[in-house]
Every structure is written in C-alpha cells, then in structure tokens.
C-alpha cells in the first residue's frame, strides 16, 4: 500500500518561508506526477504545484509562481516544496498526492497524504 507522509507545516509571519517534505513509499511505478494540493478554510482544494518523475515536467498554480519551488530527491523518494514570500493567503492544509495519470487535478490523484497545517499570520 502506498503512503506519502508530508513534514514542515507550522506558522510564519507574512513574507517568511517554511519548506515542505513528502516522502512516499510502495508506490507500483517509477513513472508518476507528485505534488501538492491546498485547501483553506471553506474554499476548495486547489492545485499548487507537481513535478512529473518521468520527464521532469513542473507545474505552478499562478498564484505561486516566483514564490514557491519544487523539488525531488529521487533517492530518497521525497519531494520538497520551498516556499518563499508566504502571504496570508498562503494558509491552508496542503496535501501530498501522487497519480500514475498525467492530470493535475483532484479527482485524478491516486494517493493522498494525511495533510499539514500552514498559518500566515503576524
């Protein structure tokens, strides 16, 4: 069974910087989309960013764009999400997900993590 275990929520102040860590086993496949979702409080769960193990491809919400940066450490099969300038906006749960498909999007993600708390706030 696959299991991605996210790391590094908490609370910053506006324009400070936290990263996050996924780390994920059993996944079936080498060839897989991993990244983050987020959803604050009564909005959706949005799509923030992914990277694509098979070609290297990355994606960024435009909200984040220049603010936030993802990255892979392929031997310890854990994906980083660095995010800078954080904004009160930013706050929200972001999840960890992974899909065997090439789509970004919610309802095509095939594991999830538990979730980690992100507050920006003075």
């Known amino acids: 069974q696959a299991q991605l275990v996210e790391s590094g929520g908490g609370l910053v102040q506006p324009g400070g910087s936290l990263r996050l860590a996924c780390t994920a086993s059993g996944l079936g496949s080498d060839y897989y989309i991993i990244g983050w979702f987020r959803q604050a409080p009564e909005k959706e769960r949005e799509g923030v960013s992914s990277i694509s193990t098979a070609r290297g491809r990355i994606f960024y919400a435009d909200s984040v764009k220049g603010r936030f940066t993802i990255s892979r450490d392929k031997a310890k099969n854990t994906v980083y999400l660095q995010m800078n300038n954080l904004k009160p906006e930013d706050t929200a749960v972001y999840y960890c997900?992974?899909?065997?498909?090439?789509?970004?999007?919610?309802?095509?993600?095939?594991?999830w993590g538990k979730g980690t708390v992100i507050a920006v706030s003075s």
């Open positions: 997900a992974a899909s065997y498909g090439d789509r970004w999007v919610v309802d095509g993600m095939d594991y």
